[in-house]
């Protein structure tokens, strides 16, 4: 392949596990307007043709703990496997099945990485995947055709990568797709949030007011108003609400502003649920 990469679409989505596991005790409209949010970015994708996916979430101390726990992490793997258990599959109602990997991309984008002076840790194998990539992929390539790049961003203990740092990390995939040829056409796919409370009494309870906030802001594409949270801003929409980091991480590399196509406070999915593609 002679000619460099190119980033051609970007989209993130919710993971939330009652998305796949038990989508029948949201309310039918609720529902029906996140899988059809969803279906309608896998038709987008369909149509971008991509030979590879970078997609970029948190992961829940499935691969790392608190003893090891990287601000980001790329793979760099063959393959994935997902959902990590047959437990956890029959909990996601998704099938347990190794995902394909773009192991080139992904030492190009460590390798970059490095040269662009952030330091993620490296996963030359092994990573495997729970609700973070297996429930938005159910929907979004249900066959796995798709090679991917997975990227992690801590979202789920502190202390966190800063809401700009995490944006700039996109800035940097963005650089490093178009300066490769092992992939020409690149979609980036965050997954996480919005708000939640994971553990916690609070369970259940959404803060739909941070949400709009949040997507009003993913909507202007303008990035110090992205980045322009403190830790304790984030805080008030829940433990969970920190995965929005992903989101930052796909609105840096696309560098635009993002249409949402869907958004549903969903107490019975436990998440501030929404789907949105970048216009680009």
């Known amino acids: 392949m002679s000619s460099n990469g190119r980033i051609v ?50 992961e829940h101390f499935t691969n790392f703990h608190l003893g090891n726990l990287p601000a980001f992490a790329i793979a760099t ?7 990590v258990t047959a437990e956890m599959a029959g909990f996601l109602n998704v099938e347990q099945h190794h995902y394909p990997g773009a192991a080139a991309l992904g030492r190009h984008l460590y ?17 495997e995947f729970d609700e973070n990539f297996c429930v938005p992929l159910k929907h979004l390539d249900p066959d796995s055709r798709y090679p991917l790049v997975p990227v992690i961003v801590n979202g789920v203990n502190p202390p966190w990568p ?5 944006y ?13 040829s092992e992939a020409e056409r690149v979609v980036v796919l ?24 949040f997507i009003a802001r993913l909507e202007s594409g303008d990035p110090q108003r992205l980045t322009d949270y403190t830790r304790e801003e984030i805080d008030r929409a829940g433990n969970g609400a920190h995965e929005i980091r992903t989101w ?33």
């Open 168 to 180: 700039d990390f996109g800035r940097m995939i963005r650089e490093a797709v178009e300066h490769q």
């Open 111 to 127: 390798a970059s990485a490095l040269d662009a002076e952030f330091d993620p840790a490296l996963v030359e194998g092994g990573l």
């Open 162 to 166: 800063t809401p700009k740092r995490c």
């Open 248 to 280: 930052l991480v796909a609105a840096g590399a696309a560098g635009a502003g993002f249409d949402v196509l869907a958004y549903e406070p969903v107490p019975a999915w436990l998440t501030g649920t929404a789907v949105a593609a970048a216009r680009l």
């Open 9 to 58: 679409g970007a989209f993130a989505a919710s993971h939330s596990p009652g998305i796949t596991g038990w989508p029948e005790r949201a309310p039918q409209d609720a529902r029906g307007a996140v899988e059809q949010a969803y279906r309608e970015v896998c038709r987008r994708m369909e149509e971008l043709e991509p030979d590879a996916v970078i997609a970029v979430s948190v």
């Open 77 to 83: 793997g063959d393959s994935y496997l997902g959902p």
């Open 190 to 213: 965050a997954t996480g949030g919005l708000s939640h409370w994971v553990g916690l009494p609070e369970s259940g309870d959404i803060n739909e007011d941070f949400d709009r906030d």
